[in-house]
């Protein structure tokens, strides 16, 4: 049987690849707003107020193999000294900092 390449799942995964960068565009603006004073722009926690609070590197082998209901669970509810933002942020402004998030683990 020979297989014919039609296009359409590179034509999708193109697309997937365009959303999750739109999405992680847009995350970085409420990240910005919301994490960078603890997380710092490079996510490694680096600012006088990570160090006081001892935050987690976001660049991490451990933040990062983390699934993503994961993520967006701490994001949500708070971890340890992290508040939660599920009161001044929804679902879909929590999943965008969590894609956000992922473009760490490309920052080494």
Do not use: W
Request: charged content about 25%; some cysteine; glycine content about 12%.
């Amino acid at each position: 049987m020979k297989i014919r390449h039609t296009g359409f799942l590179s034509l999708a995964a193109v697309s997937l690849l365009s959303t999750q960068r739109g999405e992680a565009a847009t995350g970085k603006g409420i990240f910005d707003e919301k994490c960078m004073t603890c997380h710092g722009e490079n996510g490694r926690g680096q600012t006088p107020a990570g160090k006081a609070l001892n935050v987690k590197n976001l660049n991490s082998k451990e933040v990062q193999k983390e699934s993503d209901a994961e993520l967006i669970a701490a994001i949500k509810k708070g971890k340890g000294k992290m508040p939660a933002f599920e009161a001044g942020l929804g679902d879909p402004d929590i999943q965008l900092v969590a894609a956000y998030v992922r473009t760490f683990a490309k920052k080494k």
